[in-house]
């Protein structure tokens, strides 16, 4: 299953509410999760079942979509949000990511 | 949640074998809710899951790699293992190891390593 997303890169301000679209090439029902990478990190676990947070994430973060259309979105920046963005489909194997969504301050 | 500590060789020559190793710490890798599962992410940032190992033994591996990558545990030193063979420049990328684990919604990557970079050349 391809996932793409989009914008691939995008630029924004503190404060702003920003969303991330991922698209899948066939159904992953609800299958469908979120990370966070900054550089020389490892990702981070944001996001599960397309729209339930896990523990510790902040609640600005909040997830939605079924089906092949899925969104992350951060009702209002931190500087600390700054970062890349990956979905993950887990509704069949071989598990696949999208390419990424590099969030950068304006 | 697990830790986990990748660790091996930075420099692996073509045509060999990649060997890197996942300690896992805080919690045991014979626990049934855990698929023990390595993923790498390439220069230009992209990430491919390679596949996993159950608790039990029981593994998956991407169908491109099928051939040449084996994952193993070895619970006495609570850590599980990845060979990868016939290495090409292709293969360079940063080599993360993660816990899998699911909500009932397929496997998350719920834990990761730091990641180690593995570069193959000559």
């Known amino acids: 299953i391809q996932m793409t997303q989009s914008p691939s890169s995008l630029s924004a301000s503190v404060g702003d509410r920003v969303t991330i679209t991922c698209r899948a090439s066939?159904?992953?029902?609800?299958?469908l999760n979120w990370y966070q990478q900054k550089p020389g990190e490892a990702p981070k676990f944001l996001i599960y079942?397309?729209?339930f947070l896990q523990s510790g994430v902040p609640s600005r973060f909040s997830g939605s979509g079924s089906g092949t259309d899925f969104t992350l979105t951060i009702s209002s920046l931190q500087p600390e949000d700054f970062a890349t963005y990956f979905c993950?489909?887990?509704?069949?194997?071989?598990?696949?990511f999208g390419q990424g969504t590099k969030l950068e301050i304006k | 949640q697990v830790q986990l500590q990748e660790s091996g060789p930075g420099l692996v020559k073509p045509s060999q074998t990649l060997s890197l190793t996942c300690t896992v710490s805080?919690?045991?890798?014979?626990?049934?809710?855990?698929?023990w599962s390595w993923i790498r992410q390439y220069p230009g940032k992209g990430l491919e899951w390679i596949g996993y190992?159950?608790?039990?033994?029981?593994?998956y591996y991407i169908p491109s790699l099928r051939s040449r990558v084996t994952i193993s545990l070895d619970t006495s030193k609570n850590h599980f293992s990845l060979k990868l063979s016939s290495v090409t420049a292709a293969d360079t990328a940063v080599y993360f190891c993660?816990?899998?684990?699911?909500?009932?919604?397929?496997?998350?990557?719920?834990?990761w390593g730091q990641g180690t970079l593995v570069t193959v050349s000559s």
């Open positions: 079942g397309a729209s």
């Open positions: 993660a816990s899998g684990y699911s909500y009932g919604y397929g496997l998350c990557f719920e834990s």
């Open positions: 993950q489909q887990s509704y069949s194997t071989p598990y696949s």
């Open positions: 190992i159950s608790h039990s033994g029981r593994t």
């Open positions: 805080g919690g045991s890798i014979s626990s049934g809710d855990f698929y």
């Open positions: 066939q159904s992953v029902g609800s299958y």
